[in-house]
C-alpha cells in the first residue's frame, strides 16, 4: 500500500490471483484493451457515460467477470474493514478513449444520491496517467483537481462522495479501460428510499448493493 496523493491511497493486489484485465479483454475480444477504440466500435452518444457498444458487452457478459468480483470483494474488500459490509452489486464499467471522456461531467458522488460513508474503489485494467485518467479535487471545495496515476494491479480508494472528480479529454494515444464500486460498513448504511439518477435503481441491499457478512457469506 502507498500513498500517491493527498486526495486517496493507492493499495495492490495480485492481478495473477484476481485477473480482471485479462478476463475483461478476453470478453471484449481484445488482445490489448490500451488498443481498444481501434476496433472501431461504437463510441458513447453524446457524453452519455454507459452506452458504448463495449458498454454493452460488459454487461452482457458479466458473467464471466461475476465470480471473480465477488471472490475479490470477500478475499481483498472485506479484510479492509472486518465488519458486515454493503458492497456494490455489480461494478460501473468504464472505457476513455483518445479524444473522449469516461464520464459527461464533474461531479462529487452526493449529487448522486450516495450516502456519507461510502468509500469508491476505482480499479483500472490498463495504464491510467494523465489526461486518461480520472482527475479528483485535491480536498472539497479546493476547485484544484490531480490526476490519479495507477497501474493494473493496483486500486486507487478515495472519497468520491465529498471530493468532485471527473474526466478532460484524452490527449493519450492510449485507452484507458476501468470499473469502480463503492463499499460501505454496514452498521452505517441508510435505506433512505433513494435509487440512482440515471438507471433509478433503488440503492438498497436488495438492488444497487448486497450485504457481505463479516464472515465471507453473501446475504442475497
Known amino acids: 500500500m502507498s500513498d500517491r496523493s493527498e ?12 485477473p480482471f484485465s485479462t478476463v475483461v479483454a478476453k470478453i471484449l475480444d ?11 466500435r461504437r463510441a458513447d452518444v ?14 452482457r457478459e458479466y458473467d464471466q467477470v461475476r ?4 471472490r475479490f470483494l470477500v478475499e481483498w474488500i472485506l479484510p479492509q474493514y472486518g465488519e458486515d459490509l454493503a458492497v456494490q452489486r455489480v461494478p460501473t464499467f468504464r472505457v476513455h478513449r483518445p ?4 464520464v459527461s461531467e464533474f461531479h462529487k458522488d452526493s449529487d448522486y444520491n ?19 485518467s480520472m482527475w479528483i479535487e485535491d480536498s472539497p471545495g479546493s476547485d484544484t483537481f490531480s490526476p490519479a496515476v495507477v497501474e493494473p ?34 452498521r452505517l448504511f441508510v435505506d433512505e428510499g433513494k435509487s440512482t439518477v440515471n438507471a433509478k435503481r433503488r440503492m438498497d441491499l436488495s438492488g444497487y448493493y448486497r450485504r457481505l457478512n463479516a464472515d465471507g457469506q453473501f446475504a442475497s
Open 7 to 18: 486526495h486517496g491511497t493507492v493499495l495492490t493486489y495480485d492481478p495473477i490471483e484476481f
Open 30 to 40: 481484445t488482445p490489448d484493451l490500451e488498443k481498444i477504440h481501434e476496433l472501431n
Open 46 to 59: 453524446d457524453n452519455h457515460d454507459q452506452d458504448s457498444d463495449d458498454h454493452s458487452i460488459f454487461y
Open 67 to 70: 465470480d471473480l468480483y465477488d
Open 99 to 102: 479524444g473522449s471522456v469516461a
Open 114 to 132: 450516495h450516502q456519507p460513508a461510502t468509500l469508491n474503489y476505482w480499479l483500472p485494467l490498463t495504464r491510467a496517467y494523465g489526461t486518461n
Open 153 to 186: 494491479g493496483e486500486v486507487f480508494r478515495f472519497d468520491a462522495v465529498n471530493n468532485r472528480h471527473g474526466n478532460y479529454p484524452n490527449d493519450t494515444d492510449t485507452s484507458r479501460v476501468s470499473f469502480d464500486f463503492r463499499a460501505i460498513p454496514l
